[in-house]
């Protein structure tokens, strides 16, 4: 499908990649690698069909109501190519709205490989799931599946069968998993966003009322299961 041909286009070395926005994204590296930090996608807003600009404003809102709860810790928003709508949306309202850019900010990269290929060090990661918790399917979810392995899959069934939109569930990585010992990811947490895309399991058909509420929710658990690992 669409997620498919995305995640075969080799879109980073490719992408023209402007010095401008580069910087914006990208100038805020890791320094500390004690600084417990959660790299997350944009929930539901390429498979799942998502309104961006809705979705813009949800995941800023939330970011501004968890930052004061987290301490030390920082939130990134990543996305695979600088020409990423939802990156720009967000860092425009997020300054805007004043927002820390120490403890939330965009970047730019591959949520399996920040850490190797990016020097940004994330404890970490969100993914945007299915129901099922399966891998597959395409989009962030194949990519973190593929890369963690068998061992993911096992967490993953230890924790839960499936999961309902607007939940997060905390997956502990073993340290025989891939993206434990080279990226240095001690946990993943699945996410499953609302769903626009008909050709989905529980489609909203654009009842955005709902919609906005369930991806509120996600990003709450979310942060909640961020903050859980923190404690
Ligand atoms: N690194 C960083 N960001 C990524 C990566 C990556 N490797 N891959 C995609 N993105 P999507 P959804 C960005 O479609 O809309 C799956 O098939 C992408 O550009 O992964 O919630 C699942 O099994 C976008 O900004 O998630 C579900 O069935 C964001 O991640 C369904 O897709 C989310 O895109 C979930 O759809």
């Not at 890369?147 to 096992?154: C, I, P, Q």
């Amino acid at each position: 499908g669409a997620s498919l041909e995305r995640e075969e286009m080799p879109v980073l070395p490719n992408a023209p990649q402007k010095e401008e926005s580069k910087g914006k994204d990208n100038a805020v590296q890791a320094i500390d690698k004690d600084v417990p930090t959660l790299a997350f996608p944009s929930i539901s807003t390429a498979d799942f069909q998502f309104n961006l600009e809705k979705a813009s404003d949800i995941i800023v809102e939330t970011v501004e109501e968890f930052l004061p709860k987290l301490g030390n810790a920082r939130l990134v928003l990543v996305d695979l190519t600088y020409e990423s709508k939802i990156l720009s949306l967000v860092r425009a309202k997020a300054a805007k709205k004043s927002i820390d850019s120490s403890k939330f900010f965009t970047f730019v990269g591959n949520i399996i490989e920040l850490s190797t290929k990016r020097a940004l060090h994330c404890n970490v990661i969100a993914n945007a799931a299915n129901w099922r918790l399966r891998p597959g399917g395409g989009g962030v979810n194949a990519a973190i599946f593929k890369a963690a392995g068998a061992d993911l899959e096992m967490a993953t069934n230890d924790r839960a069968k499936s999961l309902v939109p607007g939940s997060a569930v905390v997956v502990p990585l073993p340290s025989t998993c891939p993206l434990y010992n080279r990226e240095g990811i001690t946990h993943v947490i699945h996410v499953l966003g609302p769903n626009m895309n008909p050709q989905r399991p529980n489609c909203l058909n654009n009842d955005y009322n709902k919609g906005c509420m369930v991806l509120r929710q996600a990003y709450t658990s979310l942060f909640e299961g961020f903050l859980s690992i923190l404690k």
